[in-house]
């Protein structure tokens, strides 16, 4: 079994590799590699691929055209932005002289997926489904995982698809409000008859007296109302608030309220809606003390006042702490042990720690919260217990999950945008280097490595047989590789690829001709190809590690100087190197080990290049 | 043949090569593109049976703007990016437009444009080759331990890449007098591609060297680094015959976009394998033994 432990590994790493390319696209729960559209389930960049065209006019925070400073400010934040987020080779440049438009384009994202669920019951699927039809969403796909909606769109949704989408799934479904109250105690009745609940037109009164526009109001048993009613809203509590508000006139006390099929979820992520989040938002983070009403009004309840006093706008006042995004030295995403969703990891400079600690020390006496901001979107507001120092700390918030962690730690890291940026335009563009182009160079290159294919086999026979054997084994664990970490396959990437394929070309090379020079020499075949091997070795090895020591410096360098055609090229050239150095060793000596074994075949003549083997007979 | 009878006449050739072409990286200098210097940007629209993107880059061309990038919005619609256009500029490219298909394509916007590669991308570029170059030779100094001056070869290995990085951009500056390529960011990975090519072609020679000089101590170097170049040869032939092959194949019957690209690649394989062959050793050579010819 010893012997054939080598090729074993071989071909289950080859089935391996074939199974990785041919599956599209790979999924093992939230891992998830390749989709139909693109060449071998590879991700390609815009040189080869195309993407997105996007252009966003630049106005300054006075509203005027924005100067040059600004311009410039705003190409380098986006150029970081794209570069960190892991877009590569995308291309930002200023429009107008003097410049007041940015165009980027973003090579193609996989299409656009919304994710969202209701509290409790979910509406059925049919209404959602015609709605899309109605807004113009087609080619999309639903499932339900255990009560989320997923929707997988292959195409890129425009804001206002996302936006109607919305509307209609937190206004226009109905919701069932479920309401239990706690009886009074009548004195003086006996005992079974002393309990009353409100009655429905009680309840129909404070209601319409709030404005509640409700239907199908029911009294169940004890205490417990049903009733329905549209536009309760999300992420946005005045609706409830409300309705609270005109129960508490009642004189009989809450105990239940509930909500169930309103919208409690709803997160766009994927393709090209990251992007322009990523991209378009000022990313300007701000914290601000929020100090709660202090005075209760009269007609409140004591309750419902602890409610309301820290998140009722008309009851709180908030007051800048001065700390901001460019208080900022590192931003991350993460989680902590406390919370069951992701959060972004933040760090202060020394002065944003100062005002941190101060600010964290004061309300933790006062009792007040920290309202923190993005792009004037409430994210969250803590209180504190005691002041914290340190200077880090983590925000988070509802609609933050992972990808979006991942975006906004990109945003803080790269700075706030010194002006603002409106999209005027949307477009798909086709590949930098035009497709037809490339084809037909594929095409070519296909051609011209079956050239050289044949062109060994016929020169060096036996061991050209071999190498090309080896050579396609190591071209297909490459491209699995490629697709299974994955490599964003540009143009800079295919030199690297076509110079990787050189050297495992060059390899098999030298592996065959010091065969033949052990044979001239006049070995017997067993022996020169062992001995023949081991001269190859030092050669390919230190070929091969010059090589990657150049691409680990290049990567580096690129990675650290935000040079992205560097990293692409650095990152390509090492992965098939090293990858080429393996392979074209190791399999080769594996497959030459086992065709040796076949005495028929191995006829010293076939292992002699052609020239050579007709300069012997000619003697 | 003994090549290295010849030595002088090679080096002598290869340094006025060098010479030669880095006079022509100030005049002319390398004939930049868009992606480094700013340009003109235009939208067209034709109302039907629009042309392919190589026919309109063909007819900028024609009209005097080369390296023009031209990707297809859909919609019969085109971004073209080219050179300033200045202001006569787009009539002339609109002219020569409108002799593809009789019609003149509406311009839906036109706009100037800055770089695309940030100021600082050749620059650290440059830096980053030479920090790669002196951890090649720390390495090739420690893989080459076992032998006198080991890091005479590393030396030799990085003089030679440096020979061919120069006279590559030399020819290619006096290509592009004839066929209009201009350099962009593809350029500067077909010169990391070179330079990867380079140096593993001089070290499996050097690698060969090495293997000799342990195994006939008694013979002189002279012949030592002749049998290693000779015994090397026929690999570096088989090697950059096949690579060639396929970057012509590309080349010949390949797309327009990748032109310039490949031209690099192709002078970079052509240069390299020369330069491993009778660049490298010789530098060995007259190390050893100076600059006078050694008659054999």
């Known amino acids: 079994m010893l012997r054939f432990r080598g090729i074993i590994i071989v071909v289950v790493c080859l089935i391996l590799s074939i199974l990785a390319i ?24 815009l040189d080869l691929r195309g993407g997105t065209h996007l252009v966003y006019s630049i106005i300054s925070s006075s509203g005027e055209e924005p100067t040059i400073e600004d311009a410039e400010g705003v190409r380098k934040i986006i150029d970081r932005r794209v570069n960190e987020f892991g877009v ?37 699927t049919e209404s959602i489904e015609k709605k899309l039809n109605d807004i113009g969403i087609e080619s999309y796909e639903i499932n339900v995982v255990e009560d989320e909606f997923i929707l997988t769109s292959d195409v890129s949704l425009t804001q206002g698809n996302i936006d109607s989408l919305k509307t209609f799934l937190s206004d226009e479904i109905e919701v069932l409000i479920k309401i239990n109250f706690s009886p009074n105690r009548i004195e003086g009745k006996k005992e079974g008859e002393d309990l009353e609940f409100p009655n429905i037109n009680d309840l129909k009164s404070v209601l319409e007296k709030s404005n509640v526009n409700y239907s199908d109001l029911q009294n169940k048993e004890f205490g417990e109302f049903h009733m329905y009613l ?83 706008p008309q009851y709180y006042n908030e007051v800048a702490t001065g700390i901001e995004s460019k208080n900022l030295t590192d931003a991350s995403p993460g ?47 803590p209180g504190a217990d005691k002041a914290i120092s340190g200077g880090r700390a983590y925000i988070y918030g509802k609609d933050i999950d992972g990808e979006r962690a991942r975006e906004i730690a990109v945003q803080l890291r790269s700075g706030a945008l010194p002006a603002k940026l409106d999209l005027i335009q949307e477009r798909n563009v086709d590949a930098v280097l035009g497709s037809e182009s490339l084809t037909k160079s594929l095409t070519a290159g296909i051609v011209g490595f079956i050239l050289v294919l044949i062109f060994m086999i016929s020169y060096y026979k036996i061991p050209g047989l071999i190498a090309s054997i080896t050579l396609v084994i190591y071209l297909t664990f490459l491209v699995a590789i490629f697709k299974i970490l994955p490599v964003t396959l540009t143009l800079s990437g295919a030199a690297a690829l076509i110079l990787s394929i050189g050297f495992a070309v060059d390899a098999n090379i030298l592996i065959s001709e010091r065969i033949k020079e052990e044979l001239k020499s006049g070995r017997n075949l067993l022996n020169s190809i062992t001995i023949g091997f081991d001269r190859a070795w030092s050669s390919i090895r230190d070929g091969n590690f010059s090589t990657l020591i150049i691409a680990v410096v290049l990567y580096w360098f690129g990675s650290n100087f935000s040079t992205s055609i560097m990293q692409g090229f650095a990152l390509t050239l090492g992965v098939g190197v090293l990858l080429s150095m393996i392979t074209s060793f190791q399999v080769n000596r594996i497959i030459t080990r086992i065709i040796t074994r076949n005495q028929s075949i191995s006829k010293t003549w076939l292992f002699i290049p052609v020239d050579q083997s007709s300069k012997k007979e000619s003697k | 043949m003994n090549v290295m009878s010849n030595k002088i006449y090679f080096l002598y050739f290869s340094f006025i090569l060098m010479i030669l072409s880095v006079i022509l990286l100030f005049i002319p200098g390398l004939p930049l593109g868009i992606d480094f210097t700013s340009g003109s940007t235009i939208t067209y629209r034709w109302d039907n049976d629009p042309p392919s993107q190589e026919q309109i880059s063909n007819s900028f061309s024609d009209a005097g703007f080369k390296g023009t990038i031209v990707q297809s919005m859909g919609n019969n619609e085109f971004y073209v990016r080219t050179s300033d256009l200045g202001i006569n500029g787009k009539e002339t490219v609109d002219l020569e437009l409108k002799k593809i298909t009789g019609k003149t394509p509406v311009t839906l916007d036109t706009n100037t444009v800055g770089s695309s590669v940030a100021q600082n991308t050749i620059r650290n570029s440059v830096i980053a080759v030479f920090i790669s170059s002196l951890f090649v030779m720390l390495y090739i100094i420690y893989a080459f331990r076992n032998i006198d001056q080991a890091y005479l070869y590393a030396i030799a290995a990085i003089i030679t890449l440096i020979h061919d990085v120069f006279v590559v951009m030399g020819l290619f500056i006096i290509l592009s007098l004839f066929l209009g390529s201009t350099v962009n960011s593809i350029f500067i990975v077909g010169i990391l591609t070179v330079i990867g090519y380079s140096v593993n072609d001089t070290i499996v020679i050097f690698d060969r060297l090495r293997e000799n000089i342990t ?51 192709l002078l970079g394989v052509v240069i390299g394998t020369y330069s491993s062959i009778f660049v490298a050793s010789n530098i060995m050579l007259v190390w050893r033994y100076g600059l006078r010819k050694k008659s054999n």
């Open chain 1, 22 to 45: 041919s599956i599209n696209p790979i999924k093992i729960s939230d891992w998830e590699r390749g989709n139909n559209d693109n060449f071998l389930g590879m991700v390609l960049g």
């Open chain 1, 88 to 124: 590569s080779e995308a291309n930002v440049q200023l429009l107008g002289t003097p410049p007041n438009k940015i165009l980027i384009q973003i090579p193609s994202q996989e299409g656009d997926k919304i994710v969202f669920s209701f509290s409790e019951t979910n509406p059925d």
């Open chain 1, 230 to 312: 549209n536009k309760y809203g999300y992420g946005d509590e005045s609706q409830r608030e409300n309705i609270m508000l005109a129960l508490s006139e009642l004189e009989y006390n809450l105990v239940n309220f509930q909500s169930e099929g309103n919208l409690s979820t709803f997160v766009v992520s994927g393709g090209i809606q990251s992007a322009k989040r990523l991209i378009g938002s000022t990313a300007q983070l701000d914290f601000r003390v929020r100090e709660c009403g202090k005075n209760k009004p009269e007609e409140l309840d004591l309750q419902i006042w602890e409610m309301v006093k820290c998140y009722d």
């Open chain 1, 335 to 381: 989680t902590v042990p406390e919370l069951s969703q992701p959060v972004v990891n933040i760090v202060f400079d020394d002065d944003g720690s100062e005002n941190f600690y101060e600010i964290t020390d004061r309300i933790s006496r006062t009792g007040d919260l920290l309202a923190i901001y993005l792009d004037n979107e409430e994210l969250v507001t």
């Open chain 2, 215 to 265: 195994l006939n101590k008694s013979m002189e170097y002279l012949s030592v680094v002749n049998k290693s170049v000779m015994e090397s040869v026929t690999r570096s032939l088989g090697t950059s015959i096949t690579t060639s092959m396929v970057i012509l194949a590309m080349l010949l019957f390949g797309g327009q976009s990748l032109r310039d690209f490949l031209i690099v690649l």
